[in-house]
């Protein structure tokens, strides 16, 4: 087995038990903002800590870093900071793997936009994926219980953050592997490492900066709630790390399709953790997106 699989299945298990200490957040003490800052600042700290003990025991001078690689992380790190906001916020309005669902359809978005700006062709069977994957967003979008004509209810806040959230996790991705690929390190656990340790000490000051002028009493609210914020920090590093490192090892198409393993633990966290109840049209809508992003990874 290639050693890139098992480290996105780790990667993808950590990212969704970040997601359901954040929700925790959102729902008990802090704002979207409040709840994504907690992952950065809590978490930079491990990662730079993580990167010295690596390089040190290696006996590896830390790669220096370019213009290039600035471009790509600060890209990466303004969409990632952007796209939690936005998974956050949707747990407001639908429940669990729901948001996380909507979230998932970064792999449609990327095989879209790819073909849109960069003229890359798209296998027929793509081509297929897209429109499953359509029709699922479609069903997803209409709320349980929603009145009032379908075309309506379907343009609504929860549906347009989880777009726009694949859309900007998507660009992350892509933005992370290019940092990561442009320190031209052969060691892909340093590299992954350094991307990881500079591109979150850029989140936490970037995002402490906004909640400072927008929202002057979360950075308090987060550093109160240390005691489950601290996990966020730790989940979101695992789950960082795994995805850097993923991405350095394997193409991020390929790495965020096996990372749909993540809408299962979404399912199994709602149901048994939070106790949320799914109806059959979300049922329906989750599975369309499931098969179209089977068949997307069979076009690959």
């Known amino acids: 087995m290639a050693l890139w699989i098992p480290i996105t299945l780790l990667a ?5 038990l970040r997601f359901m200490l954040q929700k925790h957040l959102k729902d008990t003490s802090l704002s979207s903002g409040g709840a ?10 491990l990662a730079a800590l993580l990167v010295w003990t690596y390089a040190s025991l290696t006996d590896q001078a830390l790669p220096d870093t370019s213009p290039r690689f600035w471009a790509f992380a600060l890209a990466g790190a303004v969409s990632q900071i952007i796209a939690t906001m936005c998974v956050v916020s949707i ?21 879209i936009i790819g073909f849109v700006l960069l003229g890359e062709g798209l296998h027929p069977l793509a081509l297929v994926a897209i429109f499953i994957g359509l029709a ?32 900007l996790f998507g660009m992350s991705s892509i933005g992370y592997r290019g940092a990561s690929l442009s320190l031209e390190q052969p060691d892909p ?3 992954a490492m350094m991307t990881l340790a500079l591109v979150t000490v850029t989140q936490t000051v970037l995002l402490s ?38 991405f350095t090892l394997q193409n991020a198409a390929y790495v965020k399709a096996l990372g749909q393993v993540e809408l299962v633990f ?25 098969l179209s992003i089977l068949v997307l990874i069979l076009s690959l």
């Open 12 to 16: 993808a298990f950590a990212q969704n």
């Open 36 to 45: 994504t800052l907690s992952r950065f600042l809590y978490s930079f700290p």
């Open 91 to 111: 747990f407001q309005h639908r429940n669990f793997a729901i948001g996380i669902t909507f979230k998932k359809t970064e792999v449609i978005q990327t095989a």
């Open 136 to 167: 699922g967003v479609l069903v997803l979008s209409d709320p349980p219980k929603a009145e009032g004509r379908w075309s309506d209810r379907i343009w609504n806040r929860a549906a347009g953050l989880g777009l726009l959230s694949g859309l």
């Open 189 to 191: 656990f340093l590299a």
């Open 209 to 246: 900066a906004w909640l400072a002028l927008r929202e002057r009493g979360q950075i308090l609210l987060v550093l109160k709630s240390w005691r489950v914020s601290r996990w966020v920090g730790l989940t979101s590093m695992i789950g960082s790390l795994g995805w850097f490192t993923a």
């Open 266 to 290: 979404a399912f199994l966290a709602s149901q048994f953790f939070f106790g949320e109840k799914t109806d059959k049209r979300e049922v329906l809508g989750v599975c369309l997106i499931v």
